[in-house]
């Protein structure tokens, strides 16, 4: 059991394909939605954000890699309104029903925009960005994307960046096995399910990629749910605390 789970599975998620079933893959974006608001991911991403959003004066672009549906974007939307700060949200996704269901699905909030673009183009078309957010998005990327990624964050971004994404351990592997099969997921949240924690993180291994991303201002930190949030600071002032 114990070399299973030492390093990171390459195995592609089937959520990775540009060709899926509309239907199926509508219905496995409500399936993720139900999943993080009711194990606290939208809450755990909200908790990094709110450590970089804190002036009242700025608008801050906020640009969520891997956006799904849109629904993280209408949280941050959500609490953005009631603190009275000022965000302007791009979702970003390569595959273009998902920006479709985006765009229904994010319809009252003017603040939200939808891009169907391969993130990396987004990235190198130099949009001026404060924070880029990435929720169960760079488990499905190879060491060497990550690095590339991160060295975007510090060279690139004005604020800072929130990482929320897995823990890699048999638990949180056979939990996700056995809750897709209970809750009667669909075809693809019972295949990505496991395969995503398989291809998911241990903290040493996300620290050596930040260091070799030149980071050195940021907190990671273990949450409920096989969770991992990294907050990063990437401007020249203030230093990121607990």
């Not at 990482?163 to 897709?180: C, E, G, H, K």
């Not at 075809?187 to 930040?210: C, Q, Y």
Request: contains cysteine.
């Amino acid at each position: 059991m114990s070399t299973k789970f030492k390093h990171r599975s390459n195995e592609k998620e089937l959520l990775d394909e540009t060709n899926i079933q509309q239907d199926l893959l509508f219905k496995n974006l409500r399936e993720l939605d139900i999943l993080n608001r009711t194990t606290g991911g939208h809450a755990i991403s909200l908790k990094g954000l709110k450590k970089l959003v804190t002036d009242h004066s700025k608008t801050y672009h906020i640009v969520d890699l891997g956006c799904g549906s849109g629904d993280s974007l209408r949280t941050i939307a959500d609490w953005a309104r009631e603190n009275n700060f000022n965000v302007k949200l791009t979702g970003v996704d390569m595959n273009a029903d998902i920006i479709e269901y985006l765009r229904n699905h994010c319809s009252a909030y003017p603040e939200i925009t939808g891009i169907n673009a391969y993130y990396q183009h987004f990235l190198d078309g130099n949009t001026p960005i404060d924070i880029v957010h990435c929720s169960l998005f760079c488990h499905h990327l190879n060491e060497d994307e990550l690095i590339k990624l991160f060295t975007y964050f510090s060279e690139k971004v004005t604020t800072g960046f929130v990482i929320n994404d897995l823990q890699r351990n048999w638990l949180a592997y056979y939990s996700a096995w056995l809750f897709t099969r209970l809750l009667n997921g669909t075809r693809l949240a019972k295949n990505d399910g496991p395969i995503s924690v398989l291809r998911a993180f241990k903290i040493s291994e996300l620290k050596i990629l930040l260091e070799k991303a030149n980071i050195k201002n940021y907190i990671i930190q273990k949450n409920r749910f096989f969770r991992i949030l990294i907050v990063g600071k990437t401007s020249n002032y203030g230093t990121i605390t607990a």
